[in-house]
Every structure is written in structure tokens, then in C-alpha cells.
């Protein structure tokens, strides 16, 4: 199965992120994907006291793909990675042509 090799990546794309991040820990790893014409309604998250933001790495998107945040419209382009703080209200809104994947962690203390 291809998968087998994505934790090899995710592990060096997290690793790298992180080194902008001394003394922290990276957790909760997550795959989020959001097909075309579907989106997540606006939320806030809950997070314990260690943690300090979720890094989006976008692995597949669209220029169509919008992460919202405080009513702001964001593109996140793929070979980036974005500091998002998930304790504001957020949303995402995929009105293109194919899906928007995005590998996601936390930096906690």
C-alpha cells in the first residue's frame, strides 16, 4: 500500500516545522480532507493548556479551497506550511473542482 511511506514523509515535514519550535512537541497528526463542494462549518476548537497552535501542511488543494478564520479568507498553498489558531472560529469552504487535503499537528509545550 502506498500509505506505508506517507508516515516517512509526514515525520520529515513535522521534523522540519518543528525546529522553528525549541522545547515543543508536535501531536495529534491528522489527515483532513475536505472534497469538492463540501465544507466544514465554522467551529472552535477546544485545546488543553500545553498547547500553542496547529500547523496546516496542505498536501492537495485548489484555488477554490478557503480557510476561513475570524471571517478572513485564506488560500493555503501546497509546499507551505500555516500557523493557525483553532481556538478562533474557523471554517473551510471547498467550491472547486477536486479535494483539499491537508496534514495537520499540534505544537504543545
Known amino acids: 500500500c502506498e500509505w506505508h511511506?506517507?508516515?516517512?514523509?509526514?515525520?520529515?515535514?513535522?521534523?522540519?516545522?518543528m525546529a522553528y519550535f525549541p522545547g515543543c512537541s508536535a501531536g495529534q497528526r491528522m489527515l483532513s480532507v475536505v472534497m469538492p463542494q463540501y465544507g466544514i462549518d465554522p467551529h472552535k476548537d477546544d485545546q488543553d493548556d500545553r498547547w500553542r497552535v496547529r500547523v496546516h501542511v496542505p498536501l492537495v488543494s485548489n484555488d477554490r479551497s478557503i480557510f476561513v478564520s475570524n471571517g478572513e479568507p485564506h488560500y493555503m498553498k501546497p509546499g507551505s506550511a500555516y500557523l493557525v489558531n483553532t481556538l478562533a472560529t474557523h471554517q473551510i469552504l471547498n467550491d472547486?473542482?477536486?479535494p483539499r487535503i491537508h496534514l495537520m499537528f499540534d505544537v504543545r509545550t
Not at 516517512?8 to 521534523?15: R, T
Open 96 to 98: 472547486g473542482d477536486g
Open 5 to 17: 511511506e506517507f508516515k516517512d514523509m509526514a515525520d520529515s515535514s513535522v521534523d522540519q516545522v
